[in-house]
């Protein structure tokens, strides 16, 4: 990860959703054009920004934050002395 990487913080689909979208609008990217590079429909994309996904499908999920060159990190958020 580069030193100057922005960390979106994602703790449920609706914040993922925002996440991608602040990407794709950093890139300056239209959603036709993030969806072309990361094999999706517009549609599929446009469910994901704004949280109207029912399941979210992690394939496409991940061909998407492959075409932003962003990744999907998982921190343990319980406490140290957690069993």
Request: charged share 30%; no cysteine.
């Amino acid at each position: 990860m580069r030193p100057d990487a922005t960390l979106l913080n994602a703790r449920s689909l609706t914040k993922l959703g925002t996440a991608v979208k602040a990407l794709r609008l950093r890139r300056g990217w239209t959603q036709a054009e993030l969806a072309e590079k990361a094999q999706v429909s517009r549609q599929w994309l446009v469910a994901l920004e704004g949280s109207r996904t029912r399941g979210l499908e992690v394939g496409r999920l991940m061909r998407t934050l492959d075409a932003l060159d962003a990744s999907l990190m998982i921190r343990d958020d319980a406490p140290e002395d957690a069993p």
